[in-house]
Nanobody
Framework: VQLQASGGGLVQAGGSLRLSCTASGGTLSNYAVGWFRQAPGKEREFVAAVNWGGSTTSYDDSVKGRFTISRDSAKNTVYLQMHSLKPEDTAVYYC????????????????WGQGTQVTVSS
């Protein structure tokens, strides 16, 4: 399966963005999907994940209450809705897919999208 992440951009602190992860060459609902982010000079870090059925989600503490992950099986897409954005949310955001149960560790994901830049200005 190939993943395409999109929806990034430049936004002021307190603003919102919605990222999309669209799959081709496979059915995304067969996979758990995670979002990760990587800021310059930092390790890639877990943001959120959703299980294959969409019934279970997981979030890093830094985004709980501000970000929501969801999936639309009809569109073969997983979304990351981000509200109350902060400058520290600035990073390249990646989506990834795996047959495993919603892992929070990057190396447990098999398929990766190319990343989309999110920049939050203060």
């Amino acid at each position: 399966v190939q993943l395409q992440a999109s929806g990034g951009g430049l936004v002021q602190a307190g603003g919102s963005l919605r990222l999309s992860c669209t799959a081709s060459g496979g059915t995304l609902s067969n996979y758990a999907v995670g979002w990760f982010r990587q800021a310059p000079g930092k390790e890639r870090e877990f943001v959120a994940a959703v299980n294959w059925g969409g019934s279970t989600t997981s979030y890093d503490d830094s985004v709980k209450g501000r970000f929501t992950i969801s999936r639309d099986s009809a569109k073969n897409t997983v979304y990351l809705q981000m509200h109350s954005l902060k400058p520290e949310d600035t990073a390249v955001y990646y989506c990834a897919a795996t047959y495993s149960f919603m892992p929070t560790i990057a190396r447990h994901y098999t398929y990766w999208g190319q990343g989309t830049q999110v920049t939050v200005s203060s």
